[in-house]
């Protein structure tokens, strides 16, 4: 860890660097794993800002009373949720490379937050649509029986569930939702292994945690002993309409 003194030098060399003519954004592709799984989003937001100033990026200001760093997130991931895919955008106002702004981030961060590439963007997050899941569950008497009674449940319309929005609640049919699902059970652990990929546009986002409401709901699992019964739900990727990888 650098000292005050020479963190201060530091701050002075990057200042000194040239001036872009106009801001330049940058993309932070980055993984949420472990336990920052359960800090929230706009904890998220309150930590890279931190970090970008503890780190000295040269990031563009807004000008007015109250100059902050504008930093823009992909699609939120819900709390609960681990992620090998989530991406920030930011604006540097200086001439610094890409590799250095990712290792003096990493400095600042741990394993289960780390930038893993930064890079010049070329697509729009409103181009993302789709994002991809890994869940594992492990719940009482998990038999391989239960994978086409979850097959069905999740692909057969309707599928009813209350969804909180911004104006309240409201019931939606979340298969239209769904576009593809696969589950498989692990004999040796005894695992549910669920692969799916859920809409993520910005109208119709669907929680991947609604889909462990409807297996609560509809088929029992996880409501025996919380001790003993447990879920993950790791996000893979995102995907544009037509189920490209978005970057």
């Not at 920052?36 to 990031?59: E, G, K, M, W």
């Amino acid at each position: 860890m650098l000292s005050k003194g020479s963190k201060l030098n530091e701050k002075k060399r990057l200042n000194s660097l040239p001036l872009f003519d106009t801001p330049k954004n940058v993309r932070l592709k980055f993984i949420k794993v472990g336990n920052l799984q359960y800090i929230s989003h706009l904890d998220l937001q309150r930590t890279f800002n931190r970090v970008i100033t503890r780190a000295c990026i040269p990031v563009w200001y807004t000008k007015g009373f109250n100059p902050h760093a504008k930093l823009v997130f992909s699609t939120p991931l819900s709390v609960g949720a681990q992620s090998n895919c989530e991406y920030l955008d930011i604006r540097i106002d200086r001439e610094i490379s890409f590799a250095e702004i990712m290792e003096r981030l990493n400095c600042e961060l741990t394993e289960e937050l780390c930038i893993i590439d930064a890079y010049e963007p070329v697509e729009d997050f409103s181009k993302i649509a789709w994002s991809s899941y890994n869940i594992e569950i492990c719940t009482d008497n998990a038999n391989s029986n239960i994978v086409e009674q979850i097959k069905k449940l999740l692909t057969s319309s309707p599928l009813y569930l209350i969804k909180k929005t911004k104006s309240g609640e409201k019931q939606i049919d979340i298969i239209p939702l769904i576009n593809s699902v696969a589950v498989s059970f692990d004999d040796a652990t005894s695992i549910i292994k669920i692969s799916c990929i859920l809409s993520a546009s910005s109208t119709e986002y669907l929680n991947p945690e609604m889909l462990i409401t409807a297996l609560k709901n509809n088929l029992g699992l996880l409501c025996g002993d919380p001790t003993k019964e447990s879920y993950t739900i790791i996000r893979t990727g995102l995907l544009k309409e037509d189920m490209t990888e978005f970057s």
